[in-house]
C-alpha cells in the first residue's frame, strides 16, 4: 500500500523534524576545527544569533570560554577510536552570563574512516548545577542527597583506595559501604591490579586538577568527573570522583543521525516518556522504558485524551497546555500524580508539530520523572528551615522573650502578607525575617535586654543598634532574597522618624513595612520584660493613630482585617 507506506514516512519525518527543533535541545554539526555546519533554532536563539550568522563561525569563539587544550585532546581521541564525546563546558550567554552546557558529541567520518564532522546534542544544565550547588551547603543534606541518587559517587585517597562511597556505588558492586572501604576501584571492577587505562581518578591525581572522562565497562558506559581535594596547606587529600552511566545518551546520540525507522527504536531505550498527540489531544505514539518502569502497555494510552486518563481536576493542566502546543507555541509545566499510593512528579515538555503548509497537525512531548529533584529540594529547604529555626532560637539564652516575640512576629506577619496578596517570594522573604528580626540583639549585654525598668540613653542606644547588627550578622547569608535588607529596615517609619537609616515611603520594602506593623502589634500586646501586656485593643489603637504616618495604610487596614476574623497565636509569648 504506497499511500499507508507514504503516509508514515510523512509521519515520521514531522517527528523527526520536531525533535530537532525541540527548544530544549541545542543541536548542531561542526568541523574538527569547531567551524558549524548546521544549527537549529534552539542552538541559535541559546547564542544571540540568526541560524544564518552561524554557519561557518567557529563555537569554541562563540562560547567565548577558553577549553581549547582539553577540546583537542576530546577531539583526538575521537578521531582515533571513533568514540563519541560527552562533555560539560561553560558558556557566556547573549546577557554576560555563564551557563552550563551538556553536550553529546558523536562523529561523523567517510567511507575510509576518516571524521569530517562532528553531529552535537546539547542540553542547558545551569540550573540543575545551581541546585547541586545549593546542596552542597549543607552538609546534612548532602549525606542524605548522597546516599539516595541514583550516580556513583566515591572518595578516593591518593592511593587509589576507597575512603567512602554512596549507596548507589555500593549497589552496584553488591556489596556493602564498609566493605568497599580500603578497595582499589580496579579491582572491583575489573579484578586487575592496574588501573584502567586513561582512568580520570588516576589523571586528577597526577595532574591535580579536575578531570572529565568515560570508561567503558563491558558494554556500558560510564562518564566520571574527578576532583582531586585539597589542604589548607596544598597538600592533595584524595579525589571525588562522580560517576554516571551514559550508555542510553550515546545511543541517543548516534541514532539521531540515521533513519526515521530507528528513530522509535531510539526512544525506547530512554527511561523518560515520549509521545505524540493528536489535535484532538488524543494519543497516537507513546515510547520510552518508562512505560515498563511504572508497569503500563502503549495500549493503555493510544486513543485517549488526558480527560480520559485523569479526573476532571487533574486534566485541566494538560488540556491547557496542549492548547499552548496547539496554538503553535512550545510549553513547558509541571505535574503530579498519585501512583501506588506514592506521588509522583513530572516535568513536562510540549511541542507542536508542523506541516509543510505550516499547520499545526499534532504535539510531540517528553515527559521526565522529576520526583528525585522535588526531594532534594524539599529537603534543602527542611535544612534552610532547620537553620533559620536555630538562629531564631539562640536568642532564648540572652532573652527569652525575644525568642517567642520573633515567632508570634511571623505568625501575624505571614497572615498579614497572605492578606495583602504578596507574591509566594516576598511572604516567604517576610517569614524568614520575622524569625530572625531581632538576631541582632545577641550583640547587646543580657542585663539590658531583660532590664525591668527604663533604659537610660546609652543604653537606648545600644538597643537601637540591632537592626544594624543583625544586618552584618546575616548579609553574607545567601538566602536568595533580602533577608538581611528586611531586618535592617525593620525599625524605618514611613514620615522617616525611624533607624538606622531614616528611610521614608516607598524607599522602605513592602516586607519591611509588614514585618514593623506585626512587630509593633505583637510587641504592644504581650508581655515584655518592663511591663506587662497593654492588651490587643491598645496594640490597634496604636497602628490606627498613626496609620499612614508611622506605619503604611494599606499594611494597617490587612492586619485589622485579620484581626476582625479571629486571628489567634499559636506560639505562646514565653515559649
Known sequence: MPGAADNMEKDYSSLYNALVDHPDLLICRWLPDTSLTFVNDTYARFYGYEKSEMIGKKWLEITKINIQEDLRFSINRAEMLGDSIVREDPVIDPQGKERWVRWYNRPITDDSGVVVEFQSIGIDITDQRRTTQKLLE????????????DELVAYHSPDMSLVWVNGAYARSRNKSQRELTGKLCHEIWYGSKQPCENCPVVRAVKERKNVTGEI???????????YPVFGQDGELLGVVDLSYEVTEERKLSEELVRSEERFKKLESSTNDIIFELDREGRHTAVYGRWLEKMGFKEEFFLGRSAGDIFSAKDALVHEYNNAIALGGK???????????GERIFYSTSLSPIFDREGNVTGIVGIGRDITDIKRAEEALKRSWDQLIMTLSRMLRIKDPYTAGHQERVKEIAVAVSEEIGLSPRSRETIRIASLLHDIGKLAIPADI????GKLNEIEWGLIKQHPEQGFELLKGIDFEMPVAEVILQHHERINGSGYPLGLKGEEISIEARVLAVAD??????SH???RPSLGVEEALAELKKNSGVLYDREVVDALLRVIERGFVFDTDPFE
Open 520 to 525: 509593633v502589634f505583637e510587641a504592644i500586646s
Open 528 to 530: 515584655r520584660p518592663y
Open 138 to 149: 549543607s552538609e546534612h543534606v548532602m549525606s542524605l542527597i548522597l546516599d539516595n541518587i
Open 449 to 452: 535586654l531583660n532590664k525591668p
Open 216 to 226: 567503558i565497562s563491558g558494554e556500558r558506559v560510564w562518564h566520571i568527573k574527578a
Open 330 to 340: 512550545s510549553t513547558n509545566y509541571e505535574w503530579s500524580a498519585e501512583i501506588d
